[in-house]
Every structure is written in C-alpha cells, then in structure tokens.
Nanobody, 123 residues
Framework: VQLQASGGGLVQAGGSLRLSCVASGRTFSSYVMGWFRQAPGKEREFVAT????????AYADSVKGRFTISRDNAKNTVYLQMNSLKPEDTAVYYC?????????????????WGQGTLVTVSS
C-alpha cells in the first residue's frame, strides 16, 4: 500500500484545514488508518485512528472535540478535519495504515506510512 497525504498549509489560529490521504491498491478497506504528527524537535505522536469500516474512532486528548477522522473506502481515502486550530497543532502530519480488528494508537503497530504534509498554525 502506498499512501499520499495532502491538504496541509498555513492557517491562522482558530481556522480549519482538511487533510486527505489517498491509498493505492484495492485493499484499503482492510486496513485500520491513523493520523500522527511530529512537531519540530519533538517525537511523533498519535492524533487519530479509525477502524476498517469507519465505525469506531479514537483521538488523542489534545485534539478531541476539534479534529474528526473519517474515511471513504470507495475512494481509498482517509480524512482528518481539523477545526479550531492552535499554534501547538503545527507539525508534519502523517497518515498510516495498519492491520487490526480495532483501533491502533501506537505508531509501531502501523505497517505503511505516507510522506507527510506540513500544517502551520500562526498565532
């Protein structure tokens, strides 16, 4: 599976962005999908995850209530809608695909990774 993330950019605090991640191949619906981020000088951290059918989602406490993960299996795409953005959300955001019946929060449980898209939130 190859993953291509897009949608990053520069936005003011309080604004919104929607990230997309398109997967190649015909097995997208068999993977749990996740979003992670890495800020400058910091370790990569979990943001959100969604099960294969999209029925269950999970979020990091820092983004809960502001970010929404969703997927469209017909389009091989997972999305991350980010609202009420804060300067501390500035990071490179990565999408990832993993094998599981449930959600995955740990980055070492994901098998495939996209190249990342930069989100910059100005104050």
């Amino acid at each position: 599976v190859q993953l291509q993330a897009s949608g990053g950019g520069l936005v003011q605090a309080g604004g919104s962005l929607r990230l997309s991640c398109v997967a190649s191949g015909r097995t997208f619906s068999s993977y749990v999908m996740g979003w992670f981020r890495q800020a400058p000088g910091k370790e990569r951290e979990f943001v959100a995850t969604i099960t294969r059918s999209g029925g269950i989602t999970a979020y990091a406490d820092s983004v809960k209530g502001r970010f929404t993960i969703s997927r469209d299996n017909a389009k091989n795409t997972v999305y991350l809608q980010m609202n009420s953005l804060k300067p501390e959300d500035t990071a490179v955001y990565y999408c990832a695909a993993g094998d599981s019946l449930g959600v995955l929060r740990l980055d070492n449980t994901y098998r495939y990774w996209g190249q990342g898209t930069l989100v910059t939130v100005s104050s």
